[in-house]
């Protein structure tokens, strides 16, 4: 099966255009008809049978709006009723998806889960798939079972993450990565960015910016602090701290090879100094930096003027462009990070224990699609892992971020692929944290704790 689409010439209006939360839900009709037009010969040209029963995906909950995740589900179901699927919903925190999705995994493994509720496919957060893998709870893909081009059409940062030691584990059911969004009313005088031309804000200038247009006094009401982002201790902390070290110059994190870290102390201090001085002059993460895994804080931080820039995911994009929810808005536009986001995102990969190994490819095959994935975008804001739909004429004109989301993406770093990532990522946001409360500095024994956690101790 090859893509019958033709592409179309990238564009990027002037304005950012608001987009009415109503809207979206008239999307999603409008675009499942569509989808079933379009993947109409879907079910007739796969050349063997799946095998019949119940596929259950094991997900995080599913917070954008429009629901899209459940409603490509349901067209599958319509389109291969002998194989239907379900979602299985998860916490909505990367953490405690973790903590319950390998309690469920390591049940599975010693056959201790109920046979009627066994997980088929995981929708695994991109940090997750190395340790999954490694564990042995998950069936590689057969690319030879996979229509022809398909894995060419991802973005190959996102396809990345789906691979361990040389195998394939997954495909790419959403990526991400993050965007700096910023108050257009102030920061630039509310002109719009030509197309193509966002602007760039480096450390220094947001600093800068910071100190000249935060705190009170002036005609407008000024935002309390200059810059909000996810500094809860939870994995938003590590994904923060992450993209402040590569933007002060930092290659490489670990050596997946060796799984050893790969410390520099003056390189990965010096973004880290910067940084904690702005917090202590009040200028820089706000109320978000002691409240523990709320991303919705520093969302509403943003959206009800208390902060000049966020940075936060493109999934955002959407309730701050409505114009009919309640709540205050204001003037924003979006732009890439300082530095490289954290590669963001989910895979779905089928559990090792599926008795529907087949129907269970299939699925993943149809939820990563062309139009699947225009879907997810159109509907949910969820960021494409394919090329074809950041190359969409159309969609390019009416979200004018898209192309901004494609360039973040393909800058964006994969977080280290190692098994026992977990332990990695609670002694490195641990480390930060002291960091950014204190001159800078990272703890003295770091390296060393970093190495022991790589090593599952």
Known sequence: MT????????????????????????????TVVGVVATLGWYVATREEPLERGELVILSGKDTSSGGPRKELVKLWNVLHPQSPARIREAPVTTDQQHSEMVGIAQAQAAGGDDPDDAVDIYNLDVTFTAEFAAAGYLRPIDEARLAPGHLDAFVPEALDSCRYRGSLWALPFNTDAGLLFYRSDLVTGGAPAAPGEAPRFDWDAIIDRSAALTGAGGATQR???????????????????????????????VDETENRVVFQRERWERRLRDVAAARRDGLLVGDAFTVPGDEARSLRDFQEGRALFMRNWPVNYRSLAATDTPGHRVPFEVTRLPGPSALGGQNLAI????????AAQAL??????EEAQRTLFTVGGFAPTRTDVYADAALRQRFPYLALLGEAVREARVRPRVPHYFQFSRVFREGVRTALEGDGTLPEDFEARLNRALRGG
């Open 3 to 30: 893509d019958r689409k033709p592409r179309g010439a990238s564009g990027t209006p002037r304005r950012r255009r608001r987009v009415p939360a109503s809207f979206l839900l008239g999307v999603v009709v409008g």
């Open 223 to 253: 935002p309390a602090a200059g810059y909000v982002g996810q500094f809860g201790p939870y994995e938003g902390l590590t994904v923060n701290g992450m993209e402040l070290l590569w933007a002060g110059g930092v290659d490489q994190l």
């Open 351 to 358: 559990a090792k224990q599926s008795r529907q190994p087949r």
């Open 364 to 369: 993943i095959e149809f939820l990563t699609r």
